[in-house]
C-alpha cells in the first residue's frame, strides 16, 4: 500500500509564498508522473503543475512564471514552490502520483488548504 502525505499549506497574503511538499511512502518501485491539482469551491479540480521521470514540467497558463514544481526522487517527493499568490489561486492542493509498485497505480493526497487573503 502506498500513502501521499502532503505538507504546507496555510494562510498567507497577496505576493506571499508558500511551498507545499508531498511524499510517498510504502512499497514504491518508481514513480513516472507527478502532479499538483487544485480544486477551488464550486469548480472542478484542475492540474496546476506536473513533472515526469526526466524532469520534463508542465504549468497551467495561470501559474506560469510564478509556481515552480519540482522533485527528489531519493525521497519520493515532490515539491510545489508558490510564489506571488493570489486570491484566485486559493483552493485545496492535492498531489497526484502514477506509482509502480510492481503495478502501476494512481494516487492522491489527503488534499492542503491554501488561502491567498489580506
Known amino acids: 500500500q502506498v500513502q501521499l502525505v502532503e505538507s504546507g499549506g496555510g494562510l498567507v497574503q497577496p505576493g506571499g509564498s508558500l511551498r507545499l511538499s508531498c511524499a510517498a511512502s510504502?512499497?514504491?518501485?518508481?514513480?513516472?508522473?507527478m502532479g499538483w491539482y487544485r480544486q477551488a469551491p464550486g469548480k472542478q479540480r484542475e492540474l496546476v503543475a506536473s513533472?515526469?521521470?526526466?524532469?520534463?514540467?508542465n504549468y497551467a497558463d495561470s501559474v506560469k512564471g510564478r509556481f515552480t514544481i519540482s522533485r527528489d526522487n531519493s525521497k519520493n517527493t515532490v515539491y510545489l514552490q508558490m510564489n506571488s499568490l493570489k486570491p484566485e489561486d486559493t483552493a485545496v492542493y492535492y498531489c497526484?502520483?502514477?506509482?509502480?509498485?510492481?503495478?502501476?497505480?494512481?494516487?492522491w493526497g489527503q488534499g492542503t488548504q491554501v488561502t491567498v487573503a489580506s
Open positions: 510504502g512499497s514504491i518501485f518508481s514513480i513516472y508522473y
Open positions: 497526484n502520483m502514477h506509482v509502480t509498485s510492481p503495478q502501476s497505480r494512481n494516487y
Open positions: 513533472i515526469i521521470g526526466g524532469g520534463l514540467t
